[in-house]
């Protein structure tokens, strides 16, 4: 799929590999981070955390425990498993950057344009990125040097199924 002109909407190649998942969840944000606000992610994976990020479950895992603490006093139940973090603080980020392939639920919520730019669920089966063009130039350097297919990086369809049946429908009777 190619972008349109006005196409900012990202994702992964289907079938791209593990290993460039993980690689495009922390380029994009790398990318992204001078215009993101605020950071939320999900201390919580459908699978086994690699040992590689255990140090950052460990250290977001306390943060959680310190505020589910202080939410039992204040509200008497537990919060849910996200936390906020600070995108302008570089652990924060170094954080989010060690689970962000692995999590259930990981966002980046910008209020210069009033909305999500940067969002991994599902453990790394769902991503999108609202790129402007000079990240997708970095996001797509970042993967070349990180010896990764740039093309892995595709424009997200965000049309609805049936704008998808009226635009097949015009690019048939263009055809013709």
Same mark, same amino acid.
């Given at each position: ?14 079938? /791209?590999?593990?290993?460039?998942? /993980? ?43 310190? +505020? ?7 509200? *008497? ?10 995108? +302008? ?22 209020? *210069? ?33 990180? *010896? +990764? ?28």
């Amino acid at each position: 799929m190619t972008a349109r002109a006005d196409q900012r909407w990202y994702t992964a190649r289907r079938g /791209a590999d593990v290993g460039t998942v /993980a690689h495009l969840c922390r380029a994009t944000l790398r990318a992204q981070r001078d215009r993101v606000d605020v950071l939320q992610v999900d201390v919580c994976s459908d699978e086994p955390w690699p040992d590689e990020v255990a140090w950052a479950v460990r250290e977001l895992d306390a943060r959680r425990h310190a +505020r589910r603490r202080r939410w039992a006093v204040w509200r *008497g139940a537990e919060p849910s498993v996200s936390l906020t973090l600070d995108p +302008r603080d570089d652990h924060d980020v170094e954080l989010v950057l060690a689970v962000a392939p692995f999590t259930v639920g990981g966002d980046g919520l910008s209020f *210069g344009s009033g909305a999500l730019v940067w969002s991994v669920s599902d453990t790394g089966t769902s991503l999108a990125f609202e790129l402007l063009p000079a990240e997708l130039t970095v996001v797509r350097a970042s993967l070349r040097e990180g *010896g +990764r297919d740039p093309d892995d990086l595709v424009a997200l369809d965000v049309r609805t199924p049936r704008q998808r049946r009226r635009d097949l429908r015009r690019e048939r009777r263009d055809a013709v």
